[in-house]
């Protein structure tokens, strides 16, 4: 690195310190927006190749449904996990593969996240057992609450992508990313409120 490239990237520190210096919460914020995106993009990575992983075996015929909590317009059984057996492409929900992809995936987003939150974005000096027992209640809440709202975006996202427009595997891809944005949004907004009130300083630290 030449020392016009140091300059310019001693410059950008200058202005960035003092912008957190006059505007702590706006720089908390966009820490936080920028650190959830490239958590975001991890995940967008990870979990597709962990689905086509499992696809191989034979966790892909292991049905998955639990938690009814009522009926669809049809008539059939509601569930907040619902992955029924068979690969997406053929009519089926993806199995236990799918199942475990996800949530492997969004366990090791959210280890990532919580440290890197914790110690980049909000500072905690709290005690980090304390935080992350509050973490994981928080994460358990929000993954039962994102399956319960996925139950209403999921399937139609697959057909349309899949049989609709007709992409087959190329649209089953999509469809997972689709999903994982959407997930992704929504852990966003929910998850910054609750941060604030886990990740605390103690009195007197800066």
Known sequence: MNKTETKGIGKLLGIWHKFREKHPGKAEFFVFFMLSNGITVI????????KALFEHTSL???????????????????????????GLDSGGGGGLAYFLAVQITLAIAQVINFFAQRNITFKSTGKIWTAAGWYVIAYILITIGAAVLQGF???????????????????????????????GAVSFWVYYPILKVIFKQKPGTK
Do not use: R, V
């Not at 938690?67 to 509601?78: A, E, H, R, V």
């Not at 057909?159 to 959407?182: F, H, Q, V």
């Open 60 to 86: 892909l015929n292991i049905t998955f449904q639990i938690g009814q909590i009522g009926s669809n317009l049809d008539g059939s059984p509601y569930f907040m996990f619902d992955y029924a057996a068979g």
């Open 153 to 183: 975006y999921k399937a139609p996202i697959y057909e349309l992508l899949i049989n609709t427009w007709g992409l087959g595997k190329t649209g089953e891809t999509l469809a997972d990313l689709i999903t994982m944005l959407i997930n």
């Open 43 to 50: 995940q967008l990575i990870l979990m597709p190749l962990l």
